[in-house]
């Protein structure tokens, strides 16, 4: 059975706002709280999305009703699940930032209650989590990603990758998976690849399907990524962030006590005005920075074995000392990297003992040695 937008629609005009002031009760629909529903169609039937605006000052008190219109749409014959941000707006002039969206509680013990100061509490279960980030697309951020996962994993840790790009997930490409999680209540398990224990928003939605989402949605994704997988027991969980220094990032460092990241860039000069910016970024919020990764840093010809330099080299190395972080180390381009991520089978995995492991083994290994006991507390992000 499809389920149509309108149909949704329909359905939540019979949720109803709590009565105001003046004795009246309207829908929610009416009322213009309702985003326009994404719904993506699978196997085992429609995932819903939307989100609901509210006052900022009745954020909380309207998280059953939050709760009421999921349940609402979630009862509409042919609708497998459905995801709702609770999305406060904020009055022009009013300085108070706004409060988050508010996830679902998961069924599983809560996480600890926020710490004296304003600390943000961790993911259950999890020792570390690190960002592996990039200040624009197409610098090999995801391959990176995957594979220091696996090498955190030969240094004998328990390792957890996150994808946390919504617009374009490329981990279920990665692992070669494109089953959809289990789910235990609101629960969702991790998919297990290679030993790894993977989330992707991709799992979820059909590889061609574009998420046409505004940053509420974002945020509330990441937030329900975080805190209703299970993922514990880990002792890193790397979270493989989208480009740029936008919502997720913010998130992030808001929901979380990041341990660190790790910054991707090529050598060339574009690449590293970009990644420049996303380092400065994770600096303002006080994350750590881990260090910085030059991927394809030289190019050696199959053939003739002659050493190219397509996209220069040495670059990340030179900013890294110019700004004073760890410089990780350098991946070449290489066809063998390409082709077995293309093919599911990232080359830490596919080949444990070849000299391109061996470098992100290394990488891994400083990654390792960098982490420290107890986590850093999460940044306190005051917009002015």
Excluded at 181 to 188: F, I, N
Excluded at 248 to 276: E, F, H, K, N, Y
Excluded at 331 to 340: E, G, Q
């Amino acid at each position: 059975m499809t389920v149509t937008k309108q149909q949704i629609l329909d359905t939540l005009a019979g949720v109803m706002m709590p009565s105001s002031t003046n004795g009246k009760s309207e829908n929610i629909v009416s009322l213009g709280m309702v985003s326009d529903p994404f719904v993506t169609t699978g196997d085992a039937g429609a995932k819903v999305m939307f989100s609901l605006t509210v006052p900022a000052d009745q954020a909380q008190a309207l998280e059953p009703l939050r709760g009421q219109a999921q349940a609402a749409v979630e009862a509409i014959d042919g609708v497998a699940s459905a995801m709702v941000a609770l999305t406060a707006e904020r009055k022009m002039g009013d300085r108070q930032p706004s409060a988050p969206p508010q996830p679902s509680p998961p069924n599983r013990p809560a996480p600890a209650a926020p710490a004296a100061g304003g600390e943000k509490p961790g993911v259950a279960g999890v020792k570390h989590i690190i960002a592996v980030a990039s200040g624009k697309g197409g610098v090999g951020k995801s391959t990176t990603a995957i594979n220091l996962a696996l090498g955190l994993q030969n240094q004998g840790l328990k390792v957890g990758l996150m994808d946390a790009d919504i617009y374009g997930p490329s981990v279920p490409r990665l692992v070669g998976i494109s089953g959809k999680p289990e789910a235990e209540g609101r629960v969702l398990k991790p998919i297990e690849a290679f030993g790894l224990k993977v989330m992707s928003i991709g799992f979820l939605v059909a590889e061609d399907t574009p998420m046409i989402w505004r940053g509420p949605m974002v945020i509330s994704a990441l937030t329900q990524l975080l805190r209703e997988v299970d993922w514990a027991p880990l002792d890193v969980l790397v979270v493989d962030m989208p480009p740029g220094t936008g919502d997720a990032q913010l998130t992030m460092a808001q929901q979380v006590p990041l341990a660190g990241a790790v910054i991707v860039s090529t050598p060339q000069d574009l690449s590293l005005i970009d990644a420049r910016k996303g380092l400065n970024m994770f600096t303002k919020v006080n994350v750590p920075i881990l260090g910085i990764v030059e991927n394809m840093s030289t190019f050696f010809c199959p053939k003739c074995g002659e050493r190219t330099d397509i996209f220069g080299h040495g670059g990340a190395q030179e900013e890294a000392a110019r700004l004073n972080v760890p410089f990780l180390g350098g991946v070449p381009l290489h066809m063998d990297i390409r082709a077995k991520s293309d093919a599911g089978t990232p080359v830490v995995a596919d080949d444990p003992d070849g000299p391109h492991a061996e470098i992100y083994n290394q990488i891994a290994a400083l990654i390792a040695q960098a982490l420290t006991v107890d986590q850093p507390a999460a940044p306190a992000i005051v917009f002015e």
